[in-house]
């Protein structure tokens, strides 16, 4: 699903909030920095995911893989500009009427 409008519209952060009032999230996994950094939009998932659920760290390629796995079922493009705005999310059943 492609829903990148224009650079920064919608942002990951946005979508996130959306998906978090649809779906249960199960866990979410972030890319590794190269320099071991911690970008803002970490904390900014980690404020919309609460306390509920840790942002787990993945090395560059075990993100890329678990993103190309088989069992990745939807994939969704925003317009993110932001540096490691990449967020990998692992739901459960859909509860809530779409």
Do not use: W
Not at 51 to 69: G, P, Q, T, V
Not at 83 to 89: D, E, M, P, T, V
């Amino acid at each position: 699903m492609y829903l990148n409008l224009t650079p920064g519209i919608p942002s990951a952060t946005d979508v996130l909030s959306v998906i978090l009032d649809t779906i249960e999230v199960e866990s979410a996994y972030i890319m590794k920095t190269d320099d071991g950094s911690e970008p803002v939009i970490f904390k900014e998932f980690s404020n919309i995911l609460s306390d509920k659920i840790n942002l787990e760290k993945l090395s560059r390629l075990e993100f890329y893989h678990s993103a190309c796995s088989r069992d990745t079922c939807l994939v969704v493009q925003t317009g993110e500009q932001r540096l490691y705005g990449n967020l990998l999310l692992s739901i459960g059943a859909i509860t809530k009427n779409l």
